[in-house]
Every structure is written in structure tokens, then in C-alpha cells.
């Protein structure tokens, strides 16, 4: 592993060991000079193969001829920003320290900067970190209207660090946290580097759309139920260890009771409800198409379910609000009951009234009739009684 370039006087060492370190004399005729070489050997755990949220440990271990001394190590992630590592174990041979959880946006070269006072020391080692994940946020939530159609997507980024092969993984849904988990699809890469899909049985009636972009999960339901709400988890998996991303499906929908038509002088009340729990920073609103402030509510906080009462017809409005930013919205066109409508269900009260009106007199009036027979029959009773009395008495006489 070494050779002299004599005409320079040199001696060149390569793919160097720990045990290399020490002092190396150079004798010409009557003259030698020593040099001390000082090794450091670094190293960081599953070769430097990570999925997200894992952490990495990084071992420095020197070597040298003489005292060893104490160093001070600094680190800079790929994007040249200083990361404070946890020390787990320091003597003067070895150092082991724990990073940060990884991200995505790790990926990339990592610089190790050693430094020492005496001797003298001040060396950058350069290391590579390959962080493979999801580029969605931790827990992404997503909002559609009944009937609509909504795309979730998975950004994973194998493709931007050279990935090939070698990991798997599934996406599967669930209503709520702790239920039933239904698989919607498998996927894998192939030695290509490429995404490769298979659907498999369920109950929920989605796609897989054919174009998107390389790296992205994607299903597609092309008419959303309320039912189809909740959490839809994307799990990838690498040499036995996880990793995963959930995007949290929020579905709205509206009812009017009573449904149909809106009557002169009617009320009727419309339902906005949504199908899972909201954050304090999204609230629920109606309003009135080109109506005034006095056509606005607003639902309290964490509140899934807000009803109006109207009396006037036109396009109502229900909005979805995060942040003063509206997310989504369902128009409801609450139609006014045309005239006759209105002159047929007039004159239905009215008939109703007068039938109403007519029945209680006819009852009053059998009623009547009915005690005046009962009141006759009982006075022709008593006179045959006073009769059948009399005709006693004479014949007793």
C-alpha cells in the first residue's frame, strides 16, 4: 500500500489504517527528519442509509505516536447549517455521538470539522447521508365535498438520491385512529428505479392514475362519500425498518330540512357538517350569497356540525376556513316555492280551517241532538212509570 517517489523524496501511503499513525523517518546520507502521522477514522451508522425520522451515530475514532489529544468536533448538515450533536461516549481514542432525527432535506454531503490545540489541528472530513421519505408534511389534511372528486398524492424522493432497489411498501385506509385498516395498494421498485403499483381488493371505489410525476403515490376517488373520510397511510419499508406519512381526509357535506322548495312565510334549516374533528385554527361558516352580515354565522371552535335557520331563498353558501384562507365550499340553492304552490297551500290551510270548522260544528250539533233524544227517552220512561203507578193504585182500590 505505498511506494517512494525517490526524485521528490516522497512516500506515499494508500487506503489508510489506523494502524498506519506514528512517526516516519526519512534518511539522506547524514540527515533525517521525522514526520507524525495522526489517522482519524470516521464512521456513521447502516452506512449512511437512513429513512426519515431515524438517527444516525457517528463514530471518530484517532490514532497517533504520541499523547492523544483531546478534540472538539463540530458538524454541518448538508445545507452548511451547524447541528449540535448528542455526545454519547468521549475518551481521547474515541468519540460516539448521536444527530438530529433526519429529514428529507438532509440528504446530501455532511462536513465533520476536528479541532485541536495542540497539536495543531484542524481537519474537515466530509461524509454522505442518504435520507429516503415522504416530502409531505408530517400529518397532512385535506379537504373535499360530498360527490367531488379529490387526489392524494405521496412524494417520495428515491428518485432525487439515486435509489434503485431494494424497498417496498403499502397504502392503507382507516375511518379513525385505532379502527379497521383496509389495504388499498402495494407498491415496489423495480431495478430501473421505478415505481411499480398493484390495487388491491377493497371496499372503496378509487383509481391509480396512470400520468403523475416519478416518486408519487397517488390514488384518486372519483366521487367522494362522507363515509370516505379519514386517514389514508402511506408506509414505505427498507431493510426491516419504517417509514410512513398520513394524509388526514376531511369530508363535507349539506342537508335542508325540510328539503324541497322554500314557502312565502316558511322557515327552513340548513346543515353543514363536516366528518371528523377540526383544528382550532378552522371553523365552519354559512352565508347568504349577496346577502348582508346579518346572513353570516360562524361555528365555534372544534364545533363539526353548524345549522342555520332561513327564511329567504337563494344560493347558501358553507365555507370551510383555515386561517382566514376558505378551503373549500358547498353552494346549496334553496329554491322559492312558486306562486300557485303557495295559493294551493293558502287555500289548503283554508280548506283545512273551514273542514276543520265544519267537523267541530257537526259534532256540536249531533252532540245536541244526541242529548235532546237522550233527555226524551227518559221522560217517556218516567211516564209510563208514573202510569203503570196509577193503574196500580185503582186496581188496589
Known amino acids: ?32 527528519v521525522r514526520t507524525s502521522l495522526h489517522i482519524f477514522k470516521l464512521t456513521i451508522s447502516l452506512d449512511g442509509l437512513f429513512l426519515q425520522n431515524e438517527v444516525p451515530e457517528l463514530i471518530l475514532i484517532q490514532n497517533s505516536s504520541s499523547p492523544l489529544p483531546d478534540l472538539s468536533i463540530t458538524l454541518f448538515d448538508s445545507n452548511n447549517n451547524l447541528v449540535t450533536p448528542e455526545l454519547q461516549n468521549k475518551s481521547r481514542q474515541k ?62 424522493n428515491f428518485q432525487k438520491i439515486k435509489w434503485k432497489e ?10 379513525q385512529e385505532g379502527g379497521k385498516s383496509y ?39 372519483p366521487r367522494v362519500h362522507f363515509n370516505h373520510s379519514g386517514q389514508y397511510q402511506c408506509q414505505l419499508e427498507y431493510q426491516g425498518r419504517h417509514a410512513q406519512s398520513k394524509i388526514e381526509l376531511v369530508v363535507m357535506k349539506v ?10 312565510g316558511a322557515n327552513m334549516t340548513l346543515t353543514c357538517q363536516v366528518s371528523g374533528p377540526l383544528p382550532p385554527n378552522v371553523y365552519l361558516r354559512w352565508e347568504r350569497v349577496n346577502g348582508t352580515k346579518m346572513d353570516i354565522k360562524n361555528s365555534e371552535q372544534h364545533e363539526v356540525k353548524l345549522e342555520v335557520n332561513i327564511s329567504a ?30 295559493y294551493v297551500i293558502i287555500g289548503a290551510s283554508i280548506g283545512g280551517s273551514l273542514l276543520a270548522f265544519a267537523l267541530g260544528c257537526l259534532c256540536i250539533i249531533s252532540g245536541i241532538s244526541w242529548h235532546r233524544r237522550r233527555q226524551r227517552a227518559k221522560r217517556m220512561a218516567q211516564a209510563r212509570q208514573h202510569l203503570l203507578e196509577k193503574k196500580t193504585c185503582q186496581c188496589q182500590q
Open 1 to 32: 500500500r505505498s511506494d517512494i517517489k525517490m526524485q521528490y523524496k516522497q512516500l506515499r501511503v494508500w487506503n489508510l489504517k489506523l494502524s498506519d499513525a506514528g512517526i516516519y523517518t526519512c534518511e539522506y546520507s547524514t540527515h533525517k
Open 95 to 156: 468519540y460516539i455521538v448521536n444527530l438530529k432525527k433526519l429529514e428529507t432535506m438532509d440528504s446530501g454531503t455532511w462536513v465533520c470539522q476536528v479541532h485541536s490545540d495542540s497539536p495543531l489541528i484542524n481537519q474537515n472530513i466530509s461524509f454522505a447521508v442518504k435520507v429516503l421519505g415522504f416530502q409531505n408534511p408530517d400529518l397532512e389534511r385535506k379537504y373535499a365535498t360530498v360527490d367531488s372528486t379529490v387526489t392524494l398524492s405521496w412524494h417520495l
Open 166 to 175: 431494494g424497498f417496498t411498501g403499502q397504502l392503507n385506509w382507516k375511518q
Open 183 to 221: 389495504d388499498l395498494l402495494d407498491f415496489n421498485v423495480t431495478a430501473q428505479g421505478q415505481l411499480h403499483e398493484t390495487k388491491k381488493s377493497n371496499n372503496l371505489l378509487f383509481e391509480i392514475p396512470e400520468s403523475k410525476p416519478e416518486s408519487t403515490i397517488e390514488v384518486k376517488l
Open 255 to 264: 342537508s335542508a330540512n325540510p328539503a324541497g322548495p322554500l314557502s312565502r
Open 313 to 342: 331563498a337563494g344560493m347558501w353558501s358553507c365555507h370551510l376556513i383555515e386561517d382566514s384562507d376558505k378551503k373549500i365550499s358547498f353552494h346549496y340553492h334553496v329554491e322559492e316555492a312558486s306562486v300557485w304552490i303557495n
